[in-house]
């Protein structure tokens, strides 16, 4: 088990808030209940000790690193990574991006600390431990496990600031569910392979730009002047921006600078169905390159990584396979 911090890793601040990652990891495994007929033995590293709005490119890269030295250790079946629910989702795509399939990786969070009523902290990970246990979950990539439900990396999303079941796949719904010591899986997500790393690999930036009402195309200049080495559009609808976008975006093509856009929608893809100024269509001819299913931040870091790891020709075949 690595901790990273979080809420699952609070203590109570003087100032009567939490304090997130304030508890190390063998604290919370003392209280997590795994009976001895489970057979389960756990070993718990403290890597990071922050909330996770403060977790940076470079920690996924470190992340990565400490879950590929694992997987190299023939005693070890499966990896689980506590985590703060803020960026849970992202961690867990990228995750699921740069590992292979075994041994299972599954991550989890709290939206109540430790020390309130009703936590869900030690339920969630001593079901996280059991499902990176089960053999029902090998080769199903990066998993997030949240209040007995089983989710792919690539769908799952946070869907409320503080409710127990604060996690969902709107699309696709949960694969599986851990009902005490029985672990169900209903569903097999569809995998691409993983993609490949040096050990040393910068992840480049990446920007975000929410298309709204009346939205200044500035923005996405000064993105790219600012130092983005590309962007993702968090497009209206099936993949709209206001018209006037239009006039920024064959110049920033120009420079080399790859766009892609998805649906802000919590679900359905974007699609060429309209023919206006500002439309997928018209975005697309523009070489703005259309992304389904995915969110902005799990774009954001697919863009990331091919950025960091293929030729500029390369990156637009090799995001659109790898989100087809």
Known sequence: MITTGGTIASSLDASGRHRSGALQGEELMRRVSLPPEAGIDVDVRSVLQKPSNAITLGDLMRLRQECLALAASCDVTG??????????????????????????????GSQRAPHESGTDAFRNIADAIRVAASDKARGLGALLVFNQ??????????VSSFQLNG????ETGPIGYIDGPRVRVAMRPVRHQALEMQPDTRLPRVDILPAYLEASADLLELAVESGAAGLVIDGLG???????????????????????????????????????????????????????????????????????????????????????
Request: charged share 15%; net charge positive; aromatic share 6%.
């Open 79 to 108: 990896i689980v990574v506590t985590h703060g629910t803020d960026t849970l989702e992202e961690t867990a795509y990228f995750l699921d991006l740069v590992l292979p399939g075994s041994p299972t990786v599954v991550l989890t």
């Open 149 to 158: 439900s089983i989710f792919p990396a690539r769908q799952v999303r946070k």
């Open 167 to 170: 996690f969902a796949a709107p």
């Open 238 to 324: 099936r993949g709209h921006v206001p018209p006037s976008w239009l006039d920024a975006l064959p110049r920033i093509a120009r420079r080399g600078i790859p766009v892609a856009i998805v649906s802000s929608c919590p679900t359905g893809p974007v699609h060429a169905s309209y023919e206006f100024p500002g439309s997928l269509a018209s975005l697309e001819a523009a070489g703005v390159i259309a992304i389904h299913d995915l969110s902005a931040r799990k774009a954001r870091l697919a863009l990331s990584v091919l950025l960091a790891t293929s030729g500029e020709h390369e990156v637009t075949t090799r995001l659109r396979t790898l989100t087809a």
